[in-house]
């Protein structure tokens, strides 16, 4: 998925916020909740790989916005060329490997 992150930009622009201890400052006078600046230079510098709906909640109680202000999901383009079909684990499975007729083993075989 195209993940468009543009925090930094938006607390420049609408709130005239340029740094982490700034931002933290404002999260913590809004929410009362302390995320601590190295977090927070990371989620300005890059785009995260995980974003806690806690920390998502917290940024748009302190800015007063919707997630949609600085973050954006899309679908991601049709690869150009021939894609290979994906492959299912039942269909890879050797047959002789898959049950034969049979999901669940019979209770009878068993000697109790």
């Known amino acids: 998925m195209a993940i468009h992150w543009r925090l930094r930009t938006y607390l420049a622009t609408k709130h005239g916020v340029f740094s982490a201890v700034k931002f933290q400052k404002k999260i913590t006078q809004a929410t009362g909740t302390i995320v601590s600046v190295?977090?927070?230079r990371t989620y300005l510098k890059h785009k995260p790989k995980l974003?806690?709906?806690?920390?998502?909640?917290?940024?748009c109680t302190a800015l007063q916005c919707e997630l949609s202000a600085f973050c954006e999901v899309k679908p991601e383009p049709p690869a150009h060329g021939k894609?290979?079909?994906?492959?299912l684990a039942f269909h890879n499975t050797p047959l002789k490997k898959?049950?034969?007729?049979?999901l669940f083993p019979n209770p009878t075989h068993y000697d109790g």
């Open 83 to 87: 894609l290979s079909p994906k492959k």
């Open 51 to 59: 974003l806690p709906l806690k920390t998502a909640e917290l940024f």
């Open 98 to 102: 898959r049950a034969a007729g049979q």
């Open 38 to 40: 190295q977090n927070l």
